[in-house]
């Protein structure tokens, strides 16, 4: 894939795809639009330059084509079931239509196809798998979306497994593997609230999400050992990265916190505490192994090595830099503007 203009072409498709999806008056419209979706993004997975890629983009094929065609026969089902083209939304409906979108975003207990195709992609790839990607199957469940038991099973597993499977990870793609995971949990408990919630929830993560993936991606490190041997020059833009890390594992100084703040005072409010507890416990095993990773490479395993200082050279990105701060300073700015007016 080294056409540039190709690249254009089906990064507008996929955004096309998905938007058709949220945009949708009806469902057989959502699903072309995630087909579109999924058409254009297949080619963008595929490198010569990586040999992981073909077989990230076919599981990712696979995965992706039995959701769609189990929400498309559901569809049919259900409407001819019922009045033609007329669904009417009770617990059974928001069930069968969730399940199929559960699996297309990689919610647990669906996220078994998630952490092995992340690992075969660029980061580029990574970013648009973890943020754009889940858009649209997100916004589908919000249009249809009862809090019954069934989507309350799906939040706790999420927010589960998202937190324990991070724990022995040393891969930096597998661990925000489940993070986005365990993010999923909060972003469909936050559409308890209402719509504009997940989205404010959405954004911070995906700007979180943005930052890590843009320093990362300039210091060419995949692993956890390889943040050690980031140099002195460096270490202003670690910095940078793990304040990053520590707000998209909510740390409470951090713009990351501001959107779980919420989601939390508000289950508090409606009596849900054994929910919210669970939820709140599993956050700080996630926060775990962020803490892990910045203690280990800031005072344990720190090195210095020679031949790594002209590779990292001029490497700092400084829109990473940007977001990385509005990061750290996003919650109090919030809190004083507040505050102000």
Not at 95 to 110: C, D, H, N, Q, R
Not at 121 to 128: D, E, K, T
Not at 185 to 208: E, K, P, R, T
């Amino acid at each position: 894939m080294t056409n540039n203009s190709t690249k254009i072409l089906l990064l507008a498709t996929l955004m096309s795809g998905m938007l058709i999806s949220i945009s949708s008056n009806s469902w057989l419209g959502a699903w072309i639009g995630l087909e579109i979706n999924l058409l254009s993004f297949i080619p963008l997975m595929s490198t010569n330059k990586n040999v992981y890629t073909t077989e990230a983009s076919m599981k990712y094929f696979i995965v992706q084509a039995l959701a769609s065609s189990t929400l498309l026969f559901l569809i049919i089902s259900k409407s001819m079931m019922e009045e033609l083209y007329i669904m009417h939304n009770n617990y059974l409906t928001s069930m069968i239509v969730s399940t199929p979108l559960l699996l297309k975003m990689g919610a647990a207990p669906f996220h078994w196809w998630f952490p092995s195709i992340m690992e075969g992609l660029s980061w580029n790839n990574c970013f648009i798998l973890m943020t754009i990607q889940k858009i649209a199957p997100l916004m589908l469940i919000s249009y249809s979306l009862m809090m019954n038991s069934f989507m309350w099973f799906i939040i706790m597993m999420s927010v589960t497994i998202g937190s324990i499977g991070g724990l022995n990870q040393i891969s930096i793609r597998k661990i925000l593997t489940y993070s986005s995971i365990n993010h999923v949990g909060w972003m469909l408990a936050a559409m308890n609230i209402g719509d504009n919630m997940w989205v404010i929830y959405f954004l911070i993560y995906s700007m979180l999400i943005l930052t890590i993936i843009m320093i990362i991606k300039s210091s060419q490190i995949s692993f956890i050992n390889q943040t050690f041997l980031m140099n002195s020059e460096m270490s202003m833009v670690k910095f940078l990265m793990f304040t990053t890390l520590l707000s998209l594992g909510g740390l409470p100084p951090f713009l990351g916190f501001l959107p779980k703040w919420i989601i939390i005072q508000h289950m508090i409010i409606n009596d849900m505490i054994t929910i919210i507890s669970l939820m709140v416990i599993m956050s700080l095993m996630t926060l775990y192994y962020y803490l892990r990773i910045c203690y280990a490479s800031f005072m344990i395993s720190y090195t210095e090595p020679k031949w790594n200082i002209q590779f990292y050279k001029n490497k700092i990105v400084p829109i990473g830099m940007i977001l990385s701060s509005i990061s750290m300073m996003g919650l109090i700015m919030c809190t004083i503007l507040i505050n102000i007016f």
